[in-house]
């Protein structure tokens, strides 16, 4: 299965928050829209991905000035991306590799959409599920 199977499913809307923005209203942000990450961007060009990780790491670091810390102080700025025709075994290899949860697909220099490391398991759970009912049914069919 690739990545663009997920896109297809969930949608390739794309949460943005501009990189003047506080923690406090970042952190507001995805506890409403129930989501772990926002890309950091100004019009069309990425300057990075902020995730609840990163603002828990900054509350760790100070908290007493954390929530009017602006994003561009903490985001992640060299942002691990993938392709929508990745396999989701390659996509997990780099969740893994690289410690993220969140992965921007981007093609053409475009952002086409956002997936999770939930979305990844997800959907290459179901791809087993499905490989399994065939062989299932293989082996029933022979015998």
Request: glycine share 8%; aromatic share 2%; charged share 25%.
């Amino acid at each position: 299965m690739k990545v663009d199977a997920i896109l297809n499913s969930k949608g390739r809307g794309v949460k943005t928050t501009g990189p003047s923005a506080t923690l406090a209203t970042v952190a507001q942000r995805l506890r409403l829209e129930r989501i772990g990450a926002l890309v950091v961007a100004e019009g069309d060009k990425m300057l990075g991905i902020i995730s609840e990780r990163d603002i828990v790491h900054a509350f760790a670091t100070d908290s007493e000035r954390a929530a009017s810390v602006q994003v561009t102080e903490v985001m992640t700025r060299d942002v691990v991306s993938c392709d929508p025709d990745d396999s989701l075994t390659r996509v997990l290899g780099l969740m893994t590799r690289h410690r993220v949860r969140h992965i921007p697909v981007v093609e053409g220099g475009q952002i086409l959409g956002l997936i999770s490391i939930g979305d990844v398991v997800k959907h290459r759970l179901d791809e087993l599920e499905m490989e399994a009912a065939v062989l299932r049914d293989s082996y029933f069919a022979g015998h």
